[in-house]
């Protein structure tokens, strides 16, 4: 056995339930462990046992045994466990040190005293198994998300580790990135033997070939074999379509779906259509925007009216971001102009995000104080609003149990709802969302899908960047895609997902005409 949990039960300091609970598991060699389960739920504490986080840097109390590469990672230093467990989170900047792509991936290297012709030689091998070479004397500050994610990796391969431990390491990767990057992590699996521990909400590819699936909820671990995981909350959308098709056992792969629904009457229930919208909120015109000789935006015009939920999609580095920071206001455009209702936009950010909210992609950029409801209070007094309101607006957003925690003790999901709370708290008729689902689970998408529903109902509007073709599926009105900083898709949402759009589904690629599993049936 390369690792062995016996009994393991672990509480954060401050916390009165334990984030672990009684977990047995033994894993051997070479196996691949999908984690998954709800967000908060253990999967991160449970990763962070392979080598030592938890509890030599997260403290708490940690009861039961655990070892790892034949060593106890609660007492061995963490500097040690990590040539033997390599790593990798969900966010790449997050454990960047150096400037360079090679000086990161050599930086541990140098730090456990490794001689300089290894070094060399350990680099060198780990750039050209990750496909990276071309990218070595690049400053880590120019890559894409998904460079960086590879980055990360060959930084914790080169010292190499006989287990890969990988939080949400695709969460924040257009699909395009987060597939090649699979792939990576498979032909290390495959190649070297690695055992690999990967957390991962968007499974599709790796549920299929996994040895196990581990789900984590309150604690509490409960081991599956990949097909039978089929039937789990948040399972991929093949094994859903499969099950509503009556397919036993239910399908893993796309190849495998293709080939069962192959002769049979299936009939395709799109849901109704959208009311038409309202009149017009924002109309961003002509915009660009340059980052020295990178043209970020060219000439992009795009609008947004009441009652539209507009997906914006595209590569990571398409110009995503910089278009939703340049309509509140953050970026200023070398050319073009912003309207909020037909007028010209007030220069003064806090002025703009009166009216268009923007929820950034790393929530730590709006998570500053001491406890969340210190946090919801300090934005409605900024608004000059009753900051009694902090409970309600928490409950709304399925935080009101976490109201006296600090914002960083919470997982990724929870701090991306905690920050929708602080940045929408002043309802605006506008929201704009930057990947707000990154390393949120499939309940909270559904809630989340829901919400956005109701604002548009309202009158409102959101533009809403994402990665997550399934989850825009569900409630976008309209598509917009941007390639290299300009527009190349405005359109109707059934359009850009269907079979033959830009960004398909799964179940469009399978079933012609349908979007999503609940919208077939057997004939």
Sequence with gaps: MIAVWDRVTYTYPGSNAPALEEIACAVHHGELLLLVGPSGGGKSTFLRTLNGLVPQF??????????????????????????????????????????????????????HAVPSAEILRRVATAVETLGIAHLRQRRLSTL????????????????????????????QLDPEGAEHFVDAVLDLHRRLGLTVFIAEHRRDRIQPIASRVLLIDRGRMQAYAPRDAGRLPGAPAVPRLGLRLGLEPPPLTLEEARAAVVGRRIAVHPPAAAPAPGAELVRAEALSVTYGAV?????????????????????????????????????????????????????????RSAFAALLPQNPAYVLSRRTLAEEIRASLEARAMRAGDARAIAARWRL?????????????????????????????????????????????KEWLAGILREHAARGGAALVATHDVEFAARWATRAIVLEAGRVTFDGPAREAFGAAGPYPTTVARVVPGALLPEEVVAA
Excluded at 72 to 94: L, Y
Excluded at 145 to 165: K, N, S, T
Excluded at 406 to 433: C, I
Aim: with cysteine; glycine share 10%; charged share 25%.
């Design 58 to 111: 997260h403290g708490g109390i940690l009861q039961g045994r655990i070892r790892v590469c034949g060593l106890d990672p609660v007492r061995t230093p963490t500097r040690t466990m990590a040539t033997r467990v390599g790593m990798v989170f969900q966010e790449p900047e997050a454990q960047a040190i150096a400037d360079t792509v090679e000086e990161e991936i050599a930086f541990g290297l140098e730090l």
């Design 144 to 171: 894409s998300g998904g460079e960086r994610q590879r980055v990360a990796l060959a930084a914790v391969l080169a010292l190499e580790p006989q287990v890969l431990a990988l939080d949400e390491p695709t969460s």
């Design 295 to 351: 043209e970020a935006l060219a000439g992009v015009s795009v609008s947004l009216a009441e009652g539209e939920l507009v997906a914006l999609l595209g590569k990571n580095g398409a110009g995503k971001t910089t278009l939703l920071r340049t309509i509140v206001g953050l970026t200023k455009p070398a050319a073009g102009a912003v309207r909020f209702r037909g007028q010209p936009a007030p220069p003064d950010v806090r002025e």
């Design 400 to 444: 009101a149990e976490l109201l006296d925690r600090h914002p960083y003790d919470l997982s990724v999901g929870q701090q991306q709802r905690a920050a929708l709370a602080v940045m929408l708290a002043h309802e605006p008729p506008v929201w704009l969302l930057d990947e707000p689902t990154r390393g949120a689970d499939h309940e909270t």
